[in-house]
Every structure is written in C-alpha cells, then in structure tokens.
C-alpha cells in the first residue's frame, strides 16, 4: 500500500513552508546563522514536539523560524520540501508562508519572499512540479498588520496566487479580517482561511460568507453541523484536512476517531495534507497512510481523495 500510494500523482494544497523545516535544517541555519538554541541537540527538539493544542505548537513553530534569516536559507526551506515532493510524487503543490513571522522579526519582506520564490521556479524547471503560493495573515496580530503586509505584498504581486489566514483559531473568528480580505479579492486574490480546526463551525459559516474563501483549511469541526455540510456538499466546498496535524494538536484524540473519511462518503469534498510535516511525523504519503492503517482508507477512497485535491487546485 505504501508504494501504491507514494506512486500515485498528488497534489498538496495545505502545507506551511515554516512547518517543513525538518530540526536536522534548523541546527544546520542556526549555526549557519549563529543563533543560539534553547535545546542542545536535534533529538531534544524532536522531543520537544508533544503537543497538547494549537497554541503549544505554534510557540515552539514561531521559536524555530527564528533561525530563518536569509534569502538563502528560504531558498533552502523550500528546496528541501520540493526534494520531498518529489520522492512522493506530490506534483502539484500550493503552499502558506507566514510573512508577519518573519517582517517582525526585521527580516525584510523581500528577502523571504525571493528566496522562496527561486526554489519554487526551480522546482518547476528541474523538477517538473507545478505550484502557487498563498501569502497567509497571522490571525493573532491586529486586522492593521494584515492590511501592512498585504501593502507590502502588492509590490510583489506576480509571486503569489492567494492569501489564507492561519495561527490562534479560538478568539480570532474570520470577521476580524473582512475588510483585509475584500481588499486582497478587489486586486485579484483567491481566498482561502482555516477555519474549524479548533474553532467553531460559526467560524467556517464566517470564512465563507464575509471572507468568500473558495476552500477552508482543516474544517473538520463542520461535522458538529448538519446545515453547513449540506452546504460544503450543495457547492462541492473543499475540505483541506490534515490527519496527522489533527492527531498531534488532539482535535481528535487518535487516528481512529478521525472523520475524514465519514466526511468522504457524505459527499464532501475533502483532501489529505500534511500541515507542518517537520512537526506532526509525516508528508503526505504518511498522512494516506495513517488513514489505511488506522480507518481501513480502501485504495478507492484513496483515489477519491487524491481526485478530489487534483480538483481543488487553485492554478
Ligand atoms: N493551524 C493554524 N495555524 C497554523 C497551523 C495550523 O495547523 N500550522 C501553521 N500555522
Ligand atoms: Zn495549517
């Protein structure tokens, strides 16, 4: 099954450029960069990443960007996920950066884009593997610093496809961020936002109705209800769901709970993403994977789920 499934063409449309750097690369950056980490060597990192929740794993994500500092080490972040691709035939992929993690930390908006942007035009060329980059916005941070970065983004438009909205779900609901979305749609953005993963299915009601998002990321608390999936399944909503991730944050408590597949026979246009690969134990082979081992996922559904990302696409 393994080898089926690693073989099998693919595309990812829910993956966190920060959350692909593997603690092998961060060691590598921070003496690279002469950073001083609070953790003494990369086996001590990995057993750092037990998480109770969303935030204990944001704090120690943000912590471990820090070593990103360079135009280089980007173009490394971003070299180092597409070599992953393509070991997994993930040919197709779109993923989130987080600009907000880096311009607050001095590094120039510029410098993190570039970076990326050059591994991302090599992946096309050398490894044949097609991508569109989403600038997300930080939800914990003020709507002003969204519209900041979004005036900075601007400059640079050619380089991204889409804008998303991650971080602290819980106190940070869609509506915050309105007005920040209807700009980046009037100049010719796609949207798309997380949106119940730990927050309420009010929250995924909000990123389709004020934010127009074309997909939601996560979305897996729709199933507490029954009128919203009616609705993702009435307009074929996309569901980028993430197993591992959700595991490792304990939205569900194990991989047996998880509903991704009751999802899939609803009628809901649901796909399987890796999230933060770097944190949560796999690409997104592993997360097919968990879903055969642990849920019975039948090759299938397997290719149902892959049909379904293939559609997804934003380009
Ligand atoms: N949820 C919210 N914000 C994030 C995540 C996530 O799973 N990963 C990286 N930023
Ligand atoms: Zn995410």
Redo the contacts with the bound molecule.
């Keep these: 099954m393994h080898a089926w499934l690693n073989a099998l063409p693919k595309a990812e449309l829910h993956l ?1 450029l ?2 692909t750097l593997e603690p092998e690369l961060l060691f590598a950056l921070a003496e690279r960069n002469k950073v001083a980490l609070p953790w003494p060597d990369v086996e001590s990192l990995r057993r750092a990443y037990a998480f109770h929740n ?1 935030q204990e ?2 704090d120690l ?1 943000y912590r471990g960007a820090d070593v990103l500092r360079t135009e280089q080490d980007f173009y490394d972040l971003t070299w180092a996920y597409l070599k992953k691709c393509r070991e997994q035939n993930v040919i197709h992929t779109e993923p989130f950066f ?1 600009p907000q993690t880096h311009t607050d930390r001095g590094i120039p908006f510029e410098t993190v884009l570039t970076g990326i942007e050059q591994a991302l035009k090599d992946g096309r060329e050398q490894l044949g593997i097609s991508s569109g980059l989403i600038l997300s916005f930080l939800r914990h941070l003020p709507e002003e610093a969204a519209q900041q970065t979004l005036d900075q983004a601007l400059r640079f438009r050619h380089a991204f496809i889409a804008v998303g909205l ?2 602290s ?1 819980k106190g940070h609901p869609p509506s915050k961020f309105q007005r920040v979305f209807d700009r980046a749609r009037a100049e010719g953005f796609v949207a798309v936002a ?1 949106a119940g ?1 730990e927050g309420p299915p009010e929250y995924i009601w909000e990123a389709l109705d004020l934010l127009k998002v074309k997909r939601i990321d ?1 979305g897996v608390r729709a199933a507490e209800d029954p009128k919203l999936l009616e609705r993702l399944i009435e307009e074929q909503i996309p569901l980028t769901v ?1 197993p591992l ?1 959700n595991v490792k ?1 304990r939205v569900f408590k194990d991989m047996a709970e998880h509903n991704i597949l009751k999802l899939l026979e609803m009628g809901v246009k649901v796909t399987v993403n890796s ?2 690969p770097a944190y949560f134990g796999g690409y997104v082979t592993e997360n097919f994977m968990a879903l055969h081992e642990s849920l019975g996922m039948t090759r299938e559904q397997a290719e149902r789920l892959i049909q379904n990302s293939l559609d997804a696409r934003l380009v």
């Design positions: 966190h920060e959350g969303l794993f944001l994500y987080d991650d971080s779900e997380h993963e996560h993430c991730s944050l999230d933060d």
